[in-house]
């Protein structure tokens, strides 16, 4: 079984200050791991993913996440926070076969991200 | 925009109806899959179907069915609807099956039972 964790329900950061958004994952194997942002009444968007090889991921908007093996975390971060980052992040982890070899996607429940100006 | 779009926005009906949401995928994309997301039970992934299979199951009620079309579109059948139903459900598209392929989120269906 795979799952994934994200202790902060939400995380409150300065404008211009650096931000992390934590995330754990539990898996056999290798992972797949994803980060996604939703917007207020929006879907997911896409912000970036570890396959393989390089540990520190460079994703959109300048967001970039580091994958650490022996911690078993994925977490999200970015350099300096703006007011528009203020959405909710999703980590996402996929394992495991499905029939006919797909792979089933597991999400974290998500963390409230809040950039105050 | 992720180029996955869905129908319709919003969806409102009574206990005991029976709805069906749309979903067309990326251009060129082959699978999809629905969730469904609500404050309870945050983000759960219900089905995927791949080039017109069904490809895995995740926690979908029997009262819920979904097909994927020869033009891949896909659609979300849900019955005898309950009023802990409504939520918010998402489509995302993805060109294969890989473990490491990216899903594109469609914008969304809200369906409110009342």
């Known amino acids: 079984a795979q799952s994934v964790a994200q202790p902060e329900d939400q995380v409150n950061v300065a404008e211009g200050n650096p931000l992390t958004v934590k995330c754990t994952y539990s898996v056999s194997g290798n992972p797949y791991l994803f980060w996604y942002v939703q917007y207020p009444n929006r879907g997911l968007q896409f912000l970036l993913k570890?396959?393989?090889?390089?540990?520190l991921v460079k994703g959109s908007y300048g967001f970039e996440a580091e994958f650490n093996k022996s911690q078993t975390s994925f977490h999200l971060k970015k350099p300096s926070a703006l007011v528009s980052d203020s959405a909710l992040y999703f980590c996402?982890?996929?394992?495991?076969?499905?029939?006919?070899?797909?792979?089933?996607?597991?999400f974290g429940r998500g963390t409230s991200l809040i950039v105050h100006p | 925009d992720s180029g996955v779009t869905q129908t319709p926005k919003h969806l409102i009906t009574a206990t005991g109806q029976r709805v069906t949401l749309r979903c067309s995928p990326r251009s060129g994309d082959l699978s999809v899959y629905w969730y469904q997301q609500s404050l309870d039970q945050g983000l759960q992934f219900l089905i995927q179907?791949?080039?017109?299979?069904?490809?895995a199951k995740g926690n979908i009620l029997e009262r819920f069915s979904a097909q994927q079309f020869p033009d891949l579109h896909s659609e979300l059948n849900l019955s005898s609807l309950e009023l802990g139903d409504s939520a918010l459900y998402f489509c995302a598209s993805s060109f294969r099956t890989s473990g490491g392929d990216t899903q594109y989120f469609g914008p969304g269906t809200r369906l409110t039972v009342l």
């Open positions: 996402a982890v996929r394992y495991g076969m499905g029939s006919g070899g797909s792979y089933i996607p597991t």
């Open positions: 179907y791949y080039n017109g299979e069904e490809r």
């Open positions: 570890y396959i393989t090889g390089d540990n």
